[in-house]
Nanobody
Framework: QVQLVESGGGLVQAGGSLRLSCAAS????????MGWSRQAPGKGRELVAA????????YYADSVKGRFTISRDNAKNTVYLQMDSLKPEDTAVYYC???????????WGQGTQVTVSS
């Protein structure tokens, strides 16, 4: 089992940037693929980015491609989501996730709120 704690959310104006962090504890961090999902009010959860165990492969949803960057530091047991050129439609609760592959993310954090004002 792995425990995930997100941080870095907040309120930002459209066009601004935020960097989310997710600290992991438990089993060896490098054995997990990691990802970030989000859920806006009244909508389903959307996987926005994922990264392989080594960091060599990444996935981005079309809605964030070119604006968001996922990265990981296995020495610090942390995964990051750099969010640039933020839009009001990026407003959501962002969740960190872990799993055995980018397609099977089954462990979730508590989430951090990101609000983008227009």
């Amino acid at each position: 089992q792995v425990q995930l704690v997100e941080s870095g959310g907040g309120l930002v104006q459209a066009g601004g940037s935020l960097r989310l962090s997710c600290a992991a504890s438990g089993r060896t961090f490098s054995s997990y693929a990691m990802g970030w999902s989000r859920q806006a009010p009244g909508k389903g959860r959307e996987l926005v980015a994922a990264i392989s165990r080594s960091g060599g492969n990444t996935y981005y949803a079309d809605s964030v491609k070119g604006r968001f960057t996922i990265s990981r530091d296995n020495a610090k047991n942390t995964v990051y989501l750099q969010m640039d050129s933020l839009k009001p439609e990026d407003t959501a609760v962002y969740y960190c996730a872990a799993g055995t592959s980018m397609a099977t993310l089954v462990y979730w954090g508590q989430g951090t709120q990101v609000t983008v004002s227009s």
